[in-house]
């Protein structure tokens, strides 16, 4: 397990990992809520083509970096992993989470390089998963009744363009509807609920996995990525869902 930590405006961590299956945690020792992409440099491509993009369009990621996932959504104090392959080559590690004026925190510093060794000698294998979310142009699908407990989730995308995972803790009486409508950049608290992690942006036909704990209530999943060619969040085209977790009838209390 690979630990980075993330702050107002930065992550510290590691600058080097090796290749294949890798579990990457962020603990979030900031006041707003960060995550942490991993994005792939396509030859010729470095991080201060990453920042000048950003500050020319700053609400929007070049089209031209690979999206491998990442840790989604991590509310202040708390901390989330997931699961993902890695290619070797360059990377940025990057928040791209708004600040209460649009702009991703990533333009505020939060851009670090990564560099991704060949594969090391030991070989890595992908995790046992207990459920699949499934990411499509524009929906999630995820069979029910959802367990309950710190589930390994595999979330691929069969879609055809890139997706993500936002996992919402609901509050009491609130829907996934209610956290869009009071949701705002920049504002840590939601009275609709919280974020307990999450993907992020995955490229089609990429396979990640994500720890959940997924405790009796309802949750949201939301998909914030924008059409590439529309600019319009997927959100608005159907991509969220609510899911109800509750502890199965007839089974007697564990200890
Ligand atoms: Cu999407």
């Not at 369009?57 to 491998?68: A, I, S, V």
């Not at 000698?121 to 979310?133: K, L």
């Not at 997706?163 to 920049?186: C, K, M, N």
Request: glycine letters at 12%.
């Amino acid at each position: 397990m690979t630990s980075f930590t993330s702050e107002e405006y930065a992550f510290a961590g590691t600058g080097q990992m090796e290749a294949g299956w890798q579990t990457v945690r962020l603990i979030n020792r900031g006041r707003d809520v960060h995550q942490m992409q991993f994005l792939g440099l396509p030859p010729g491509k470095t991080v201060e083509d990453v920042n000048q993009a950003l500050a020319r369009r700053p609400g929007y990621l070049p089209q031209w970096l690979k999206r491998f996932g990442g840790v989604n959504s991590v509310a202040s104090g708390n901390e989330a992993s997931v699961v993902i392959y890695l290619d070797p080559g360059e990377y940025v590690l990057l928040c791209g989470i708004p600040d209460a004026t649009g702009r991703p925190h990533a333009a505020h510093g939060m851009v670090r390089p990564l560099h991704v060794s060949e594969l090391g000698s030991r070989v890595s294998a992908a995790p046992e998963s207990d459920r699949t979310v499934r990411l499509r142009d524009f929906s999630f699908s995820w069979e029910e009744p959802v367990q309950v407990g710190d589930l390994i989730v595999q979330v691929s995308n069969e879609g055809t363009q890139a997706h993500e995972l936002i996992v919402i803790r609901l509050a009491e009486g609130a829907s996934t509807q209610d956290f869009l409508t009071s949701y705002r950049p920049g504002s840590a608290q939601n009275p609709a609920g919280a974020e307990i992690g999450g993907m992020t942006g995955i490229d089609p036909g990429r396979k990640t996995y994500v720890h959940i704990d997924m405790q009796p209530g309802r949750y949201g999943l939301i998909c914030f990525l924008a059409d590439p060619v529309t600019r319009t969040p997927h959100f608005a085209y159907g991509m969220w869902m609510d899911l109800k977790v509750q502890l199965r009838p007839g089974l007697p209390d564990g200890p």
